[in-house]
């Protein structure tokens, strides 16, 4: 069934595990995560970005989500939105019939310029109001997530750039933790602890000097009831960036975060952990290698169904690292 946010992770937190939100954009990557879930027996986070519900359609999302409900009716499934930049934006999720919504009140409306605290404060505590009163969950968004090993805390995206931010004025403080999530009542709380989106973390395997996972404990022992969320947290692994290179793909060196950590991140008490790189990597590949092999196949199925099967390997694998596997 749909479930909202909150439920899900209450039961991560009881048992001690983390839950993978994969973002969706159309439906083979819908597929990929619930035949993982199905397989693994794991409970399911679909998310779509602002950019998901404009490449796909609104109502073309919406219902591959509730698709997927449909499909798996023992599964618990989320439907949530992620990055929402303004209450408006997480009201038409609501609206939409999304369960959990992300008021991202760390960035201004362009999801670029780093906002006041305050204004973080006003817009999520609006968004917390309207949500709550639907039954749906909602995360907020505290500190810069961005790149530290550049030593200026320049984010890969621009975030933080222009304001040199030092290493520590982009990690999310405990104290102020404790202050939003009173101010604002999120059920759940993206941290910054050196992560950042896309393909291009870190130039070397990342240090504790450029990813904070000891951060997470003080801040979960801040907070102790609001779930912690980690975004940025694909691994990108090697092997994914070796098959891309081998059929043609242009991938310049870089790490991603590696499970181990993740995994310790869990023990400090992170229960939801975003993923959509590493799915956009092992989809790709698989992708270039079906076209490099055989490159008289033109039906769409031949080179989607390998994609499939690349992306539910990764998901499987999340799922069973993280020990949501067995608790749907
Ligand atoms: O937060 C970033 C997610 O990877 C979604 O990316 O905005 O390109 O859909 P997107
Ligand atoms: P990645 O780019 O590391 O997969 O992070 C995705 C994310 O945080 C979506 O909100
Ligand atoms: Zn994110």
């Not at 950019?51 to 599964?75: C, D, H, M, W």
């Not at 997470?216 to 907070?223: D, G, L, P």
């Not at 692994?237 to 290179?245: S, V």
Request: a negative charge; charged letters at 20%; glycine letters at 10%.
């Amino acid at each position: 069934p749909l479930v909202a946010l909150r439920p899900l992770l209450d039961h991560a937190a009881e048992n001690g595990y983390g839950v993978p939100a994969f973002n969706v954009n159309n439906l083979e990557q819908v597929q990929a995560i619930l035949q993982a879930a199905a397989a693994t027996d794991s409970p399911v986070i679909l998310q779509a970005s602002a950019g998901a519900r404009k490449y796909a359609g609104e109502t073309f999302l919406k219902q591959l989500i509730e698709g997927a409900v449909a499909s798996y009716p023992n599964l618990p499934i989320v439907m949530h939105q992620d990055h929402g930049v303004s209450p408006a934006v997480c009201m038409t999720a609501i609206k939409l019939g999304f369960s959990s919504v992300m008021m991202d009140g760390s960035l201004m409306t362009d999801g670029k310029t780093p906002a006041d605290y305050d204004y973080n404060v006003g817009v999520t505590r609006q968004v917390v109001e309207m949500a709550h009163a639907c039954g749906v969950s909602v995360e907020g968004e505290l500190g810069c997530l961005g790149r530290l090993d550049t030593g200026m805390g320049e984010a890969e995206d621009g975030v933080g750039a222009d304001r040199k931010l030092s290493h520590d004025e982009l990690l999310t403080d405990p104290i102020q933790a404790r202050d939003f999530v009173a101010a604002t009542g999120v059920d759940a709380l993206a941290i910054a602890i050196g992560t950042s989106h896309g393909a291009y973390k870190f130039s070397k395997p990342p240090t504790g000097e450029v990813l904070a996972i000891d951060r997470v404990r003080a801040i979960h022992i801040a907070i102790p009831n609001t779930h912690l969320v980690m975004h940025g947290s694909s691994s990108v692994p090697q092997e994914l960036l070796a098959e891309l290179r081998e059929y043609g793909g242009e991938l310049k060196p870089t790490w991603g975060v590696p499970v181990e950590e993740i995994q310790k991140a869990i023990y400090f008490g992170v229960r939801k952990i975003n993923i959509d790189t590493d799915l956009r990597l092992a989809m790709t590949g698989a992708i270039r290698k079906h076209f490099a092999t055989n490159p008289a196949d033109f039906d769409p199925r031949a080179y989607l169904k390998p994609a499939i099967a690349a992306m539910r390997k990764v998901c499987e694998d999340r799922y069973a690292a993280f020990g949501a596997a067995g608790q749907a």
